[in-house]
């Protein structure tokens, strides 16, 4: 039976050889990246804004 020690030192060992597959994004798609997500972001919030405004005029009318 393994011990502890073993067995985390087999775990590191996978993790070392899993990472050495991976690629780190160059900087064009890191920032390419985040315009995306901050586009997106400011797209989702407005949205939520206006669908927001509209019920609460809506409720407002009801309760008139």
Same mark, same amino acid.
């Given at each position: ?17 899993? $990472? +050495?597959?991976? %690629? ?13 997500? *901050?586009?997106?972001?400011?797209? $989702? +919030?407005?949205? %939520? ?13 009801? *309760?008139?």
């Amino acid at each position: 039976m393994k011990t502890l020690i073993d067995r985390i030192k087999a775990f590191l060992g996978e993790v070392k050889q899993e $990472l +050495g597959k991976c %690629s780190m994004p160059n900087w064009q798609e890191v920032r390419g990246s985040t315009i995306v997500i *901050i586009v997106s972001m400011l797209i $989702l +919030g407005l949205f %939520s804004f206006v669908v927001d405004l509209g019920f609460h005029y809506l409720i407002r009318w009801m *309760i008139q």
